[in-house]
């Protein structure tokens, strides 16, 4: 069995308010710095063994669906590298 490690990046749907992201841009333009806009993500980094690569993307895409992200609100990106 090899180990993978696995990234998953969570973000607001477009359109879901993000008011993290709402005071920080705000307070970046206070601070003389211009921006069209601003999202906060968040972002889980993963070790874990797995016959191959995409049974170690099966895996990751089923603990986002399960726990790491809500789908309702939620997108997700999934990459998985062996290591």
Known sequence: ???YSATVTVRLKSGVLDP???TTKR???RLGFELDALR???QFELELPAESESAAAETVT???ERLLANP???DYD???ERR
């Open 40 to 42: 906060s993500v968040d």
């Open 78 to 80: 999934v990459t998985v």
């Open 1 to 3: 069995m090899n180990t």
């Open 72 to 74: 309702t609100l939620h």
């Open 27 to 29: 307070a970046l333009e």
């Open 62 to 64: 089923e603990m986002a």
């Open 20 to 22: 993290e992201a709402e």
